[in-house]
């Protein structure tokens, strides 16, 4: 029987990773993501149809991020209770993150639900509950880099450094079917050379198959150190406007990033210390998280914790772990920077936020990650110069700064570098998790540099290896 191949998500859009391998003897999910930002193609946060699950034998995740490990639970609600492989910082990154979509869905069907009943519509249940979740937390099994372990039959498997968040991997298979063997490296999510924090990116030299993301496979984005000088030059000036500065952050990852750059603003006196506050809970697990990592982090960073623990340098950093605590931020007077979810503006705690400060001239919005085409964020990094939230119509007078250079995927240059050693064995390759303005033009690049024709796969689509 030959290996196959199928696309359950992240198939020209960067949201709901998931890819099936099958061969005669075993069948494996790789990521298994939830659709976010996508308005009306939400619905698709469902079991697939053609996903069996007393066929699967295992589950292997690259890192842990909403996107690559939010239908998990559907898993376990169709009774899914085999392994679930992952590096051992992802398993407490994962639960940490279903556990919050779980708590966020319910809230959502509870309000949705408020209103069907007054209307007599049928009432709505939420994808999953947080009893799914802790089954699946059962499930998960702790790998390390660069070692190689059977994960079923005829199918062994092999994490590397990513360089995207804490615990993030490619995966490369070696799959043995009639006597030859393929491998098959899926890249994950590519963090960009040279990021504060995280280790680089380390990749593979040689495969059979690729599929890889190109969630900025057109552009390259600006230079780290000009990007660190724009975000102090922003910090200063609103600081000197004594104006609120809000970012929507992913609670995983960019937050610790720019945690990080202001301990080191503090640190050299670039402005006097203010108020910082973590106005997401699940921010503040996630940050506990990392420091509880510390061994994984780069040189750099080791080398300035080494010198005096950052904590001594964020001693203004202050979490609002209840709904009470994030409202009264409202009352704060500036300056003082709030970071709270979600990194999208799809919910969360960052709408009433944005609400309160969008109409403010002397606020900035500051965005530094990907905003999916649909989302809120999006439309406000696009220019909209009016905002319909909550029902209210918000003209948008405070500065909004993009950031592009903070973000977690690597860009054109970094994912041609990744793909460079393997290219020379002419793999076939996949690009996915990317918008069609990011991974058309890397299909171009890719053809003009390696000689390789990507292949473009659509949702659901199903090939031959």
């Known amino acids: ?277 973590l106005d997401s809970p699940m921010a503040t697990e996630a940050t506990k998280i990392y420091w509880e990592h510390l061994k994984l982090f780069d040189e750099d960073f080791q080398a300035l914790h080494l010198e005096r623990p950052l904590a001594e340098d964020l001693s203004m950093l202050e979490s609002t772990p209840t709904a009470e605590d994030s409202k009264a931020l409202n009352d704060k007077p500036g300056p003082c920077l709030i970071m709270a979810g979600s990194g999208m503006c799809t919910g969360g705690r960052i709408l009433h936020h944005l609400r309160h400060n969008l109409g403010k001239p002397e606020a900035s919005i500051l965005i530094v990650g990907f905003q999916s085409e649909g989302s809120l964020g999006r439309r406000i990094v696009d220019g909209d110069k009016e905002i319909v939230m909550f029902g209210e119509r918000i003209q948008v007078k405070a500065r909004i700064h993009t950031l592009g250079g903070f973000s977690a995927h690597a860009g054109k240059t970094d994912l041609l570098g990744w793909l460079s050693p393997i290219a020379k064995d002419k793999p076939r390759l996949f690009l996915t998790h990317g918008e069609s303005r990011g991974r058309e033009p890397l299909a171009q690049y890719v053809r003009k540099q390696f000689g390789l024709n990507a292949e473009l796969p659509v949702l659901g689509q199903r090939v031959q290896l």
């Open 1 to 277: 029987m030959p290996i196959h191949l199928s696309f359950l998500g992240a198939a020209g859009c960067v949201t709901g990773s998931a890819y099936l391998i099958q061969t005669s003897r075993a069948q494996i999910l790789i990521d298994f993501g939830l659709f976010q930002g996508m308005g009306d193609k939400e619905d698709l946060n469902q079991m697939p149809p053609s996903l069996d699950v007393s066929k699967l034998n295992a589950v292997l995740l690259t890192h842990a991020h909403l996107d690559h490990t939010g239908r998990l639970p559907l898993l376990s609600r169709h009774g899914y209770t085999g392994p679930i492989y992952c590096t051992t910082s992802t398993i407490a990154l994962c639960g940490l993150i279903l556990r919050d979509s779980a708590h966020l869905q319910m809230m959502d069907v509870e309000r949705a639900n408020r209103k069907r009943e007054r209307s007599g519509a049928p009432l709505l249940e939420p994808i999953y509950t947080a009893e799914h979740v802790a089954q699946v937390f059962d499930l998960l099994q702790g790998v390390e880099y660069d070692i190689t372990r059977e994960v079923a039959p005829g199918i062994r498997a092999r994490w590397v450094e990513a360089g995207h968040m804490l615990g993030s991997a490619s995966i490369q298979l070696c799959i043995e079917e009639d006597g030859d063997t393929k491998a098959v490296v899926f890249s994950g999510d590519i963090g960009a050379k040279g990021a504060p924090i995280l280790k680089d990116a380390v990749g593979f030299k040689s495969a059979d198959v690729v599929v890889m993301e190109s969630t900025y496979g057109d552009r390259d984005h600006k230079p780290l150190q000009e990007t660190v000088e724009e975000f102090e030059e922003i910090i200063r000036d609103t600081v000197a406007r004594r104006g609120k500065i809000l970012v929507p952050v992913f609670a995983v990852g960019r937050t610790q990033l720019l945690l990080y750059l202001l301990a080191q603003l503090f640190r050299r006196k670039v402005v006097p210390k203010f108020p910082i506050y």
